[in-house]
């Protein structure tokens, strides 16, 4: 889309002004790559490559943005017609979507025009950062609740309308059975889920003549049961089945949910309804899904919201996208604290005998090392190698890669010792010499 274009920070059209001044129009290496986890987290799961492909792919000013920006950069009549016929022509290769990445290993790496490959700098850090923070959020979830149903119920707080849609695509990616957003459901093919809200009961001056309606209306259903009295509510349930009324489920949105869980199955059993399901939400993340697991809570599935649209405990990752080529020649910035490993890189894998992961070595182009390279070409000249992957080959891969994670990497709190992530002889050697040699 041409809006997309201008969402861009203004220091890149002023690097672009001076890069076309200065005739700077040799290929440039960027990658993007996380510098440190969160506290807590043990890996990241890598997202968001279709949604940056399909961006580089369609990058294009429009007349609206390009008046723009003459008044406010501003822009020769010269940098206009530049960005006019501006298409991304550049290579990308990237760690494919639903692999498990750690720090200082390049996620996805641009080689284009150095213009172009800065211009790109800002909407590509939203799209990768966002859905792979959301992904790696959804995850932990997904460890805490093996076996369980859960569901991305978060939209309304999310912040803002794309946020919401992709962490549910992110959500399902990472394990998830669905969201109970519609628009995700429409844009990515992912279930969706509802009930109802505790609106629908207060608005009938009885709460079993709500639930009769709402079992009229959508049969089979799921009632909501807390609004008044939970216990309460779980008897009308099982005397509106005896009535021949189907209920497939309930749901409980307050209060203890273990405590109300345990009472409302043995309600729901001595009626009959064993197979009548129990539904949770409020308040729900990794932690909450682990205490109820310890707790034997019968709780069959979960809504897990705000906590994790908005990624609560760890709002973002430090991450960056750096320059580490320019013109053929290696560069390395080497700021404190934030300094860089130069040249173009990348990963390898070694697994032991069993399928575990052992161990990652982050080298240069070319360096090959024991294991299964990581990075892989995704677009050539600006154009996809090959369509999107199916979002349930995504879930796939990442429950195939849940599977080779060393057991302590899987607790929801990190392991004293974190997973090995070393650094090859040659890319400490270069450097090395760029220390001696860079000014």
């Known amino acids: 889309m041409s809006h997309e274009a201008l969402f861009t920070d203004l220091y890149e059209l002023t690097m672009l002004r001076a890069y076309l001044a200065g005739n700077m129009r040799a290929p440039a290496v960027f990658e993007f790559f996380v510098r440190k986890l969160p506290e807590r987290r043990s890996f990241l799961i890598a997202a968001g490559l279709a ?20 008044r406010t950069v501003p822009l020769d009549p010269e940098h206009v017609e530049y960005l006019r016929t501006l298409r991304f022509t550049g290579d990308v290769d990237a760690v494919p979507e639903g692999t498990i990445v750690f720090p200082n290993e390049p996620l ?51 912040h803002g309308l794309e946020a919401g849609v992709l962490c549910a695509r992110a959500a399902f990616l990472a394990g998830f059975a669905g969201t109970s957003n519609l628009l995700a459901g429409q844009r990515f093919g992912i279930p969706v889920y509802g009930t109802m809200a505790h609106s629908f009961v207060q608005a009938h001056d009885d709460e079993v003549a709500a639930f009769r309606l709402f079992t009229r209306a959508n049969p089979n259903t799921v009632l909501l049961i807390d609004t008044y009295d939970t216990e309460r509510a779980a008897q009308d349930v099982v005397r509106l089945a005896r009535e021949g009324i189907a209920i497939r489920g309930v749901r409980i949105d307050s209060g203890d949910l273990g405590a109300h869980a345990h009472a409302v199955r043995r309600i729901l059993d001595a009626g009959g309804l064993e197979r009548c399901t129990i539904f949770a939400s409020g308040g729900i993340d990794e932690d909450a899904l682990a205490r109820l697991a310890a707790s034997g809570a019968p709780i069959d599935g979960f809504g897990v919201g705000t906590r994790l649209d908005t990624s609560a405990d760890a709002p973002y990752l430090d991450c960056a996208y750096k320059l580490q080529e320019y013109a053929g020649r290696a560069r390395r910035k080497r700021s404190e604290g934030k300094a860089t490993w130069p040249g173009r890189k990348q990963v390898f894998r070694k697994h032991a005998a069993n399928g575990r992961m052992v161990e990652d070595v982050v080298t240069l182009v070319g360096d090959t090392q024991p294991g299964e390279p990581l990075l892989v070409p995704v677009m050539r000249g600006g154009r996809r190698l090959a369509e999107a992957e199916p979002l349930t080959v995504l879930r796939a891969r990442v429950e195939a890669q849940i599977r080779s994670l060393p057991d302590e990497l899987r607790a929801l709190e990190a392991p004293p010792t974190p997973y090995p992530v070393r650094v090859s002889e040659r890319l400490q050697a270069l450097t090395a010499e760029l220390d001696r040699t860079q000014r």
């Open 51 to 70: 949604q940056a492909l399909e961006y580089l792919e369609n990058l294009r000013f429009d007349e609206e943005g390009l008046e723009y920006l003459a």
């Open 108 to 158: 996805f790496r641009v080689v284009a025009p150095i213009a172009e490959a800065q211009l790109v700098e800002t909407r590509l850090i939203n799209i990768l950062h966002f859905q792979t923070l959301l992904a790696s959020k959804a995850v932990r979830s997904v460890l805490a609740a093996p076996g369980k149903l859960l569901v991305d119920f978060g939209s309304r707080r999310a």
